[in-house]
């Protein structure tokens, strides 16, 4: 006897992003210019990604953005990554880094500008 077979479902919820769950340094991360795997460092200036082999001088910075979304009715935890944050918030992760005031806050303010406004989400 087989098990039920899975199933892909695809919805779209109009939701709210009401809290970022990051910290100064936790809501991007150093990527592989050739694909997205996050990089180490493996000597001064090198980083080695252990997805693809690659290793370079530089890395790209990458979203990695952990939100809680309410949709009216219940709120639920999301990971945004780089593809979703870059169609909510419009600019690249370097480019939000760039922007990020000197001193101790909590996150990047242009981080907060991005995502106060509702959007649809679509689940798979």
Not at 81 to 92: F, H, T, V
Not at 99 to 110: D, F, T
Request: hydrophobic share 35%; with cysteine; charged share 25%.
């Amino acid at each position: 006897m087989q098990g039920p077979k899975c199933c892909r479902a695809i919805c779209w919820i109009a939701t709210t992003i009401v809290s970022i769950n990051a910290g100064k340094n936790d809501w991007f991360y150093k990527a592989c210019k050739k694909c997205p795997k996050k990089v180490e460092t493996s000597t001064i200036e090198r980083y080695e990604c252990k997805g693809c082999g690659h290793t370079a001088g530089t890395a790209s910075i990458r979203y990695k953005v952990e939100v809680i979304v309410y949709d009216g009715t219940d709120s639920m935890t999301l990971l945004l990554w780089d593809r979703e944050a870059i169609q909510l918030c419009r600019k690249r992760a370097d480019q939000i880094k760039e922007e990020e005031p000197i001193g101790e806050v909590e996150y990047p303010p242009p981080l907060i500008t991005c995502w106060i406004e509702s959007f649809s989400l679509r689940l798979i």
